[in-house]
T-cell receptor
Framework: KAGVTQTPRYLIKTRGQQVTLSCSPI?????VSWYQQTPGQGLQFLFE???????NKGNFPGRFSGRQFSNSRSEMNVSTLELGDSALYLC?????????????FGSGTRLTVV | DQQVKQNSPSLSVQEGRISILNCDYT??????FLWYKKYPAEGPTFLIS?????DKNEDGRFTVFLNKSAKHLSLHIVPSQPGDSAVYFC?????????????FGKGTKLSVIP
């Protein structure tokens, strides 16, 4: 079966711009989580969506937002980009965020802010 | 504060020998622990997990040990193979509503030398 698909794979944006990243989960998975990976901080949780509702949010500023559609696809948006937002953004899907089954991660979107 | 710590950024091991990756945590509410493996330009891949009610879980060449009193877990890979060379992340989660997230360590880069 198809895995978690993230688009685009690479993105270069200018400071101050906004960006939207997309994630298509595995068919049948209803939970989508987003993580930011940077060399200094490792993987940090951004937010988790289930059935179009945000159930949990990490410690990120309000410039980071997301949403989930009725088909479980999810988008995250970062407004007023800063240089420090350069990172690999990973999306993970699961049936119901039951972490004992483990999430399936996509390959990520590499965002570079210049 | 870092709730999941992987104190060794890197580890080199000869092929055929044992690789031991360590992880410490501080949050006593964590009750489920996972190891992920990550190759460059790919998302993390779930490797093995352990519940806090157990102290050991095996899956082929991979064994995870949990010492709850010391808040320490380790991943043993025996025998190590060159294809095991990757970054390994330790992750932890709680249970119940609101625990829909993983807290990751910063990773340990394992190099298996042929």
């Amino acid at each position: 079966k198809a895995g978690v698909t993230q688009t685009p794979r690479y993105l270069i944006k200018t400071r101050g711009q906004q960006v939207t990243l997309s994630c298509s989960p595995i068919s049948g998975h209803r939970s989508v989580s987003w993580y930011q990976q940077t060399p200094g901080q490792g993987l940090q949780f951004l937010f988790e969506y289930f059935s179009e509702t945000q159930r949990n949010k990490g410690n990120f500023p309000g410039r980071f937002s997301g949403r989930q559609f009725s088909n479980s696809r999810s988008e995250m948006n970062v407004s007023t980009l800063e240089l420090g937002d350069s990172a690999l953004y990973l999306c993970a899907s699961s049936l119901n965020a039951e972490t004992n089954y483990g999430y399936t991660f996509g390959s990520g979107t590499r965002l570079t802010v210049v | 504060d870092q709730q999941v710590k992987q104190n060794s950024p890197s580890l080199s091991v000869q092929e055929g020998r044992i690789s031991i990756l360590n992880c410490d945590y501080t949050n006593s509410m964590f009750d489920y622990f996972l190891w992920y493996k990550k190759y460059p330009a790919e998302g993390p891949t779930f490797l093995i997990s352990i519940s806090s009610i157990k102290d050991k879980n095996e899956d082929g060449r991979f064994t995870v040990f949990l010492n709850k009193s010391a808040k320490h877990l380790s991943l043993h890979i025996v025998p190590s193979q060159p294809g095991d060379s990757a970054v390994y992340f330790c992750a932890a989660s709680g249970s119940g509503a609101g625990s829909y997230q993983l807290t990751f360590g910063k990773g340990t880069k394992l190099s298996v030398i042929p």
